[in-house]
């Protein structure tokens, strides 16, 4: 906890900070958080499918399930990509068949494995690294944290959902419950998704690094991603007249910023720990980044 509260007062350094944002450049993460923007959009609507099959297996209503869960993260998503996903649930999946679910999980690992292996890349850049994984290694790694990912938030989403049913019903536990739940499920999220990140920060590069349960980068990452969702809804909801501009594909454009904001704090992320990892190197003479076995 010591080297982890030293590592964030050292990021808003002017050193830290100059060679983080040099180090975006450099590596291109703009470029690269567009192809990740492109892997999320292809995966998102197939997880809902999958999200409306795994909840199928334990709620009797999942298709209203789960858009009252997407209604509900107005907070988070902007109002034109909330509107977009609600009219997505209504259209496609009302009546889907097996077929249609067993597609949507297919295209949900696929994608989401593609997208991991764009992080991979990134985060080879951040460390200076060169890729020597067998392309079955890289790929099968990319496929479980697909897989995790996907079962994680899937979960999550449940246990929320579970949650303010019980809270909401009538009988149920006292409005002051509702307040107190309300903050709770933010610090959950919150929790939830800088862990991730640190998971995914380990796995990523082709290093052997030392695992930390949350990393500077990832917590850093995790508040870039809340405060980058908040302004982009504050954005499109009041400055950014989309629906003027785009008519229809207003919701789509809206939905896409959000998704190339968070795939870019995913990178920066990474490039965070690199830079501090290195930085870590330089001051104490260890070698705390190093490169995998091509054996191994």
Same mark, same amino acid.
């Given at each position: 906890?010591? $080297? ?15 060679? %983080?944002?040099?180090k975006v450049r450099e590596n291109d993460l703009l470029g690269l958080a567009g192809q990740l923007t492109y892997f999320f959009l292809v995966s998102f609507f197939p997880f809902l499918i999958f999200l /409306?099959?795994? *909840?199928?297996? %334990?709620? $009797? ?12 993260? +107005? ?14 649930? $209504?259209?496609?999946?009302? #009546? ?26 990134? +985060?080879?850049? *951040?460390?200076?690294? =060169? ?6 290694? @890289? ?6 944290? +697909? ?23 009538? #009988? #149920? ?6 307040? %107190? ?10 929790? /939830? %998704? ?5 998971? @995914?920060?380990?796995?990523?590069? $082709? *290093?052997? @690094? ?16 809340? +405060?980058? =969702? ?16 785009? #008519? ?19 990178l920066v992320g990474v490039e965070i720990n690199a830079v501090l990892a290195r930085r870590a190197e330089d001051e104490k003479g260890v070698e705390l980044v190093q490169a995998e076995d091509p054996e191994a």
């Open positions: 906890m010591k $080297d982890f509260l030293s590592d964030l007062r050292d990021i808003i350094g002017p050193g830290v900070l100059a060679r %983080v944002l040099l /409306v099959a795994l *909840a199928g297996l %334990v709620l $009797d209503d999942p298709e209203s399930a789960v858009r009252g869960l997407v209604s509900k993260s +107005a907070g988070f998503l902007p109002r034109e990509a909330v509107g977009l996903l609600v009219v997505y649930l $209504d259209r496609t999946l009302r #009546g889907a068949g097996s077929g249609v679910l067993a597609v949507g999980v297919i295209t949900t690992l696929w994608m989401g494995s593609a997208a991991s292996i764009a992080i991979t890349k990134a +985060a080879n850049r *951040a460390y200076c690294l =060169s890729e020597t994984r067998p392309f079955w290694k @890289l790929r099968g790694i990319s496929v479980l944290l +697909a897989l995790g990912f996907t079962l994680l938030i899937a979960t999550l989403s449940l246990v929320v959902f579970e949650v303010e049913a019980h809270i909401e019903e009538p #009988g #149920g536990p006292s409005g002051s419950l509702l307040v %107190v739940w309300g903050v709770a499920r933010w610090v959950l999220a919150f929790v /939830v %998704v800088t862990t991730a990140l640190s998971v @995914l920060y380990y796995l990523a590069p $082709d *290093a052997r @690094l030392p695992f930390k349960w949350i990393t500077p980068g990832g917590f850093t990452a995790t508040v870039l991603m809340f +405060a980058a =969702s908040a302004a982009l809804s504050f954005y499109a909801s009041n400055l950014g007249n989309y629906d003027r501009v785009y #008519g229809q594909l207003g919701a789509v454009i809206v939905f896409m910023l959000w998704l190339y904001a968070m795939g870019l704090m995913v």
